[in-house]
């Protein structure tokens, strides 16, 4: 059965959003949501013991709509769970600029987030209703403004099947286009095959061989799979569909060159806070490698962008385990990102020409001339460094190029190389004068 996964905030602002929600903060985006975020954490972590934060919720519900039977996952995180004298209740919390004064009912997107979140953990726990708890915080004074309501279980029911009512009429129709879509391109050759190895978080890419067969390995590349208990999906003969120039995600953060693998699961660039290229999530994108995604499959944008530039949709995705073997290519080097660099919002691999890294690249220093006596050696590396594109010491991978020997006077011409984890290379060229 076709299961189709959205995000609690996403099903609720499909299906009820209206009019202008936001108010200017006079702040960049990026900025807003980070304060957004600390003013979450700051909330619950005042809380009363008991108090659950950030907690993970989702439920399958079977649906059958225009001839068509299907699940629908919803899933999301709840900012607050706790028990009062009514029971549980749940902590929708939202940091805000307009004036508390001027909030006299929640907003009815933000109440419904909380209805969902109520919903399902009062099936989890089969309780006879629940407490909503709506907490607006005034961001720039920290004032805090609550709504408080208690809503019977039938009712709560009655209100979350009407609302995936409506949400199952646009999935019924996806889901029609995508099996049309798919008996349409069925037969169709295309270009690549895409191998994931969620185990070792790589993907490797092949191509056609003279019989026709996906048996060439053409690129390889670094990638962060679902982390424990977000696990990516396994399985053979997945087809592409969707491709996005920019995707809200469940967590409402952004990925960059998205395309849909199966369901929820997409290939996307590491997260984004908002659809621009300088608002990269830095510590997610120096998990590259390791197990780190909602379930998606994350790659850098120059990678992610490969991949939907040569995959058209349509293109077959098996997607297997096998830790001890990365594939036939080996598993790139991801580059780390200082996150206290002034660039640390962008992806150095983004092609964006404004992007700021495009003026750096891996570097040597320290290489000059040497001279030495026959039969005396010296350590040509001594004191040579190299660094990579965003500044880490790379000084271990540097290489020495030329035939050379401390056993006969002459001059010897030595080259440095040094390649960093995104292909930026750096040669530098000394003489080495061995005399009698």
């Known amino acids: 059965m076709n299961t189709i996964k959205i995000s609690v905030r996403n099903l609720v ?84 600029y307009r004036e508390l004064a001027s909030i006299e009912n929640p907003i009815e997107v933000h109440r419904a987030q909380a209805l969902c979140y109520g ?22 004074t920290e004032e805090i403004k609550r709504f408080n309501e208690y809503i019977d279980f039938k009712t709560l029911e009655k209100w ?35 191998m994931v190895n969620r185990a070792a978080n790589c993907v490797t890419v092949y191509g056609i061989d003279d019989d026709g067969k996906y048996s060439i390995p053409v690129k390889a590349f670094a990638a962060s799979c679902g982390r424990e208990g977000e696990e990516t999906i396994t399985g053979d003969g997945y087809t592409t569909t969707d491709k996005y120039v920019w995707r809200l995600m469940v967590d ?25 290229n300088d608002s990269l999530e830095t510590e997610e994108y120096n998990k590259l490698g390791s197990f780190a995604s909602l379930g998606c499959v994350r790659m850098c944008v120059r990678d992610v962008y490969w991949l939907y530039d040569n995959c058209p949709a349509g293109t077959k995705v098996d997607i297997y385990d ?7 290519l080996g598993k790139p080097d991801s580059i780390k990102i ?28 320290g290489a000059k001339d040497i001279t030495t006596k026959v039969g005396e050696k010296v ?38 190389e040094v390649t960093d984890a995104i292909g930026s290379k750096a040669v530098e060229k000394i003489v080495l004068k061995v005399t009698e």
Request: negative net charge; glycine residues 8%.
């Open 13 to 96: 602002e499909f299906i009820l959003r209206s009019g202008n929600l936001t108010t200017s903060s006079g702040l960049k985006d990026p900025d807003a949501m980070q304060e957004g975020a600390r003013i979450h954490k700051k909330i619950q972590r005042k809380m009363k013991s008991g108090y659950q934060a950030e907690v993970a919720l989702s439920i399958t519900v079977p649906i059958s709509y225009d001839d068509i039977n299907f699940e629908i996952c919803v899933e999301g995180r709840a900012d607050g769970i706790f028990t009062n004298e009514t029971g549980y209740n749940i902590d929708e919390i939202k940091g805000v």
């Open 119 to 140: 919903y399902i953990w009062a099936c989890e726990h089969s309780l006879e209703g629940i407490g909503i708890q709506m907490t607006y915080c005034h961001i720039p």
């Open 322 to 328: 096998n830790a001890s073997n990365p594939g036939p």
């Open 160 to 194: 979350f099947y009407e609302l995936l009512h409506e949400y199952a009429k646009w999935a019924s129709w996806e889901l029609k286009w995508h099996e049309k879509r798919n008996i349409s391109i069925k037969n169709i050759e295309f270009p690549y095959y895409i």
């Open 379 to 416: 350590d040509l590396l001594k004191d040579v460094t190299a660094t990579d594109t965003c500044g880490n010491d790379i000084s271990d991978d540097i290489i020495t190029v030329g035939k050379y020997t401390f056993d006969k006077a002459g001059e010897y011409d030595i080259k440095y």
């Open 338 to 365: 200082p996150v206290d660099s002034k660039y640390a919002n962008w992806d150095p691999t983004d092609p964006d020409e404004n992007n700021p890294w495009k003026d750096y690249s891996a570097e040597i220093k």
């Open 252 to 276: 409402g953060t952004y990925g960059h060159y998205a395309f849909r693998i199966d369901g929820g699961y997409l290939f996307h660039s590491v997260p984004y806070l908002t659809a621009s």
